[in-house]
């Protein structure tokens, strides 16, 4: 199987602007959960969506949005960018067995967005 | 607060030592996640516990639920294991550890 595909790999965009991010999950994984990584606050969670529907969100103000698509691929959109949103930004897609919330994160290798 | 605790942040062993990495969580959880992640590399999912100890290879992970405590041990550790160590809870969001950078010297 495919792993988590994420694209664009690279975005460099100025503040102001808003950016969309592609996460493609491997096939059969119905849950897709965001998250943002930065050297001075790590790795912090986003949301996560499984069959179309926000399940959790993280800490993060409106400007972070996100959606998932009947086929799971989900998308996640910043608007207003400003300086400090300058990160990696990390899909995973996670395949649940009826009956069980818990499974393994596989993770894309994610977009690095640079706001100038 | 920081809903998950890790230490150390900074290991340096040699070549064949035992290695020990703690996580605390403050939190409920449905399981607990240990991440691996290299230099420029993505993100690797090491194990996933809801309880008691897994074991993959050189790697040990274990879980304390009363204590909400979690540890990630590697055995005969390799210069291949230099990587930053994640753990992040699961709860009603995920929360994550600073990570432990370690680094194997041959």
């Known amino acids: 199987k495919a792993g988590v595909t994420q694209t664009p790999r690279y975005l460099i965009k100025t503040r102001g602007q808003q950016v969309t991010l592609s996460c493609s999950p491997i096939?059969?994984?119905?849950?897709v959960s965001w998250y943002q990584q930065t050297p001075g606050q790590g790795l912090q969670f986003l949301f996560e969506?499984?069959?179309?529907?926000?399940?959790n969100k993280g800490n993060f103000p409106g400007r972070f949005s996100g959606r998932q698509f009947s086929n799971s691929r989900s998308e996640m959109n910043v608007s207003t960018l400003e300086l400090g949103d300058s990160a990696l930004y990390l899909c995973?897609?996670?395949?649940?067995?009826?009956?069980?919330?818990?499974?393994?994160?596989?993770f894309g290798n994610g977009t690095r967005l640079t706001v100038t | 607060k920081n809903e998950v605790e890790q230490s150390p942040q900074n290991l340096t062993a040699q070549e064949g030592e035992f290695i020990t990495i703690n996580c605390s969580y403050s939190?409920?959880?449905?399981?607990l996640h240990w991440l691996q992640q290299h230099p420029g590399g993505g993100i690797v999912s090491l194990f996933m516990?809801?309880?008691g100890k897994k074991k993959h290879g050189r790697l040990i992970a274990t879980i304390n639920i009363q204590e909400k405590h979690s540890s990630l041990h590697i055995t005969a550790s390799h210069p291949r294991d230099s990587a930053v160590y994640i753990c992040a809870a699961h709860g009603n969001q995920f929360y994550f550890g600073t990570g432990t950078s370690l680094t194997v010297i041959p």
């Open positions: 939190v409920g959880i449905s399981a």
């Open positions: 995973a897609s996670r395949e649940e067995d009826p009956g069980s919330y818990n499974s393994p994160l596989h």
């Open positions: 096939s059969g994984h119905r849950s």
């Open positions: 516990l809801s309880s």
């Open positions: 969506y499984f069959s179309e529907t926000q399940r």
